[in-house]
Each structure stands twice: as structure tokens, then as C-alpha cells.
Nanobody, 125 residues
């Protein structure tokens, strides 16, 4: 069983920054690709970012490229999402998720088998 716990959400003004963290349980964290998804008001869950097991490859939704950075520290069983230049459109509940993949970097929610509880990010104008 894998447990994922997000933290770091909050209220920030447009143009500001936040760093989300996701702490994972288990002894095989380094074998998983990890992703971030979000669900905004009135929207469906959407892919945000993914990182492969070693951190050697990343992928991002077009809407966040150049602003968000995903990273991981396998020694700490933690994945991060650094969010810069935040926009009101980024307002959402952000979820981290564990993929079945290691080397691959999937962007489809169906490829992820464990999910955190989510952390709220609110960006004001």
C-alpha cells in the first residue's frame, strides 16, 4: 500500500509562487514515476506534470510550461511542484499521484494507481 500526502497549498496573489510537496510512504518510491494533477472549479481533473523514477525526464501540460517545475528527492520519498508566475487560472485542488510506470512519464490519470488527498491552491488577482 502506498500513501501520498500533499502539502504546501494556500492563497497567493497572481505572479506569486508556491511549492507543493508530496510525501510518499513505501520502500519502492524510487521505482515510480510521479505526477501532479489538478481540478479547478467547474473543471475536470487535468494533468499538470510528471517525472520519471530517477528524475531524468519530465513532462508538463502546455498551460504550465515555463512556470512550473516538478522534481523529486528519492532519499526523502518526496516529489515537489514549484509553481512560479501563478495565474488565477491555476486555482485548483492539486493532487500528487503514483504511476505504475518508472521510465515512462504518462500524462493520463488512468495510468496512476495511488492518489493523495489534494491540497488547495488559490490564486487571487
Amino acid at each position: 500500500q502506498v500513501q501520498l500526502v500533499e502539502s504546501g497549498g494556500g492563497l497567493v496573489q497572481a505572479g506569486g509562487s508556491l511549492r507543493l510537496s508530496c510525501a510518499a510512504s513505501g520502500r519502492t518510491f524510487s521505482t515510480y514515476a510521479m505526477g501532479w494533477f489538478r481540478r479547478g472549479p467547474g473543471k475536470e481533473r487535468e494533468f499538470v506534470a510528471v517525472i520519471t523514477q530517477s528524475g531524468g525526464s519530465t513532462g508538463y501540460a502546455d498551460s504550465v510550461k515555463g512556470r512550473f517545475t516538478i522534481s523529486r528527492d528519492n532519499a526523502k520519498n518526496t516529489v515537489y511542484l514549484q509553481m512560479n508566475s501563478l495565474k488565477p487560472e491555476d486555482t485548483a485542488v492539486y493532487y500528487c499521484a503514483k504511476s505504475r510506470a518508472g521510465l515512462l512519464a504518462p500524462n493520463q490519470a488512468r495510468e496512476y494507481d495511488y492518489w493523495g488527498q489534494g491540497t488547495q491552491v488559490t490564486v487571487s488577482s
